[in-house]
């Protein structure tokens, strides 16, 4: 079991930078695949950002590819997204989510724990 808590939202301008962190509890956090996915309103939970378990791997959506930055500490057992350069339709609630299994994945029907999410606003 893992249980995941997103910290780090908040209302930033266009342009500017958020990091967005992710706790995680359990021992054998290093054991899984951590990724981002985001919803804003109306709309569908997409992916956005996924790092393997040992960090050695990363996939970035191409809405964010160059702007964000995923990466993770396994000691500490977190997660986080370090987002730049900031536009209005990043404006969203940003997910932290798990698997236990090797694979970074783009749907969200393949990641069994998530946490409640951080809000994300972007002013233009």
């Known amino acids: 079991q893992v249980q995941l808590v997103e910290s780090g939202g908040g209302l930033v301008q266009a342009g500017g930078s958020l990091r967005l962190s992710c706790a995680a509890s359990?021992?054998?956090?290093?054991?899984?695949?951590m990724v981002w996915f985001r919803q804003a309103p109306g709309k569908e939970r997409d992916f956005i950002a996924g790092i393997s378990w040992s960090a050695g791997s990363t996939y970035y959506a191409d809405s964010v590819k160059g702007r964000f930055t995923i990466s993770r500490d396994n000691a500490k057992n977190t997660v986080n997204l370090q987002m730049n350069s900031l536009k209005s339709e990043d404006t969203a609630v940003y997910y932290c989510?798990?698997?236990?299994?090797?694979?970074?994945?783009?749907?969200?029907?393949?990641?069994?724990?998530w946490g409640k999410g951080t809000e994300v606003t972007v002013s233009s």
């Open positions: 359990g021992r054998t956090f290093s054991m899984y695949t």
């Open positions: 989510a798990a698997r236990r299994y090797s694979g970074i994945l783009y749907s969200p029907n393949d990641y069994d724990y």
